[in-house]
């Protein structure tokens, strides 16, 4: 069972904006679980003195506030920033900021193609594709190559973020740079769904044909496509049913159904939370 964190009451009138992830935080639980969950952004951030004003004026955490000011700049000093708003609402264990502490001394001496794509990978978490695709392509087109498994990882999260744009063509490129790096059968189930789903599979890569396993998977991703269809099929005869009760002025009839949908669709996004 976890442990039960009391949180403060105190939430802010004008929140604290952090630029390296682009989000607004009311209350120092926020600023805790940004720090303590988004451990790869902590290094860029650097707006103390701002931080510090901020609790004071808005948080009223005055003694805190004075701690961090008096703090300067540094890796080591910012460490000890981080520690000291983590422990000024007890948010984790003592053995577990140890364990924080031990991490962030592992990413701060880890190659910056690790942190990069940690980065990139919260981007697509957060929707924001054109700047994960950026930290990407600075991982690959780097003068120093990253390691093999980092490069496959990267192309193969490319695809992802390609076939989420509806760019087929272009995700089975990436799913197949990556399956030539490191063969999976993930990276090759994806790279033969993108050429169907983009309607490309006479360009399907010939060494990747003659593998024996492809047979199997073309039998599921066929399975997958028609699942796919039925899910939208099934959405576009709710639609029309829905058009024809408002057409035929069964507004109440019509009305309950509306409210069907968005319960199945509210579901549906809590099941991905």
Not at 15 to 20: A, E, K, L, S
Not at 110 to 134: M, P, T, W
Request: hydrophobic share 40%; charged share 30%; proline share 1%.
């Amino acid at each position: 069972m976890g442990k039960i964190f009391l949180c403060k009451e105190i939430r802010a009138k004008n929140p604290f904006f952090i630029r390296c992830i682009e989000k607004n935080v009311y209350t120092i639980e926020e600023l805790c679980f940004f720090f303590y969950h988004e451990i790869y952004f902590v290094e860029e951030f650097h707006d103390w003195a701002e931080l510090a004003a901020w609790l004071k004026r808005e948080l009223k955490l005055e003694s805190l506030s004075k701690e961090i000011q008096k703090l300067t700049v540094g890796y080591d000093t910012k460490l000890q920033m981080v520690l000291l708003i983590l422990e000024s609402v007890h948010y984790r264990s003592g053995e577990e900021l140890l364990e924080y502490e031990r991490k962030m001394e592992e990413i701060h001496k880890s190659a910056g193609f690790l942190r990069n794509k940690k980065k990139a990978d919260y981007l697509v978490h957060e929707n924001k594709y054109n700047q994960a695709i950026e930290l990407y392509l600075q991982i690959l087109n780097s003068d120093n190559k990253p390691e093999e498994e980092i490069a496959a990882d990267v192309y193969h999260n490319l695809g992802v973020i390609y076939a989420k744009l509806f760019y087929f063509e272009k995700a089975a490129d990436f799913f197949l740079e990556s399956f030539k790096i490191a063969p999976t059968t993930e990276s090759l189930k994806q790279y033969k769904l993108a050429l169907k789903l983009g309607r490309k599979e006479e360009k399907a890569d010939e060494c990747v044909l003659d593998l024996p396993s492809v047979k199997q998977l073309d039998l599921i991703i066929d399975d997958e496509i028609q699942a796919i269809d039925e899910s939208v099929s099934g959405e576009a005869n709710s639609f029309h049913k829905l058009d024809q009760l408002k057409k035929s002025g069964k507004v109440s009839e019509y009305y309950d159904n509306i409210q069907k949908i968005l319960m199945n669709w509210k579901e549906e996004c809590r099941s991905y939370m």
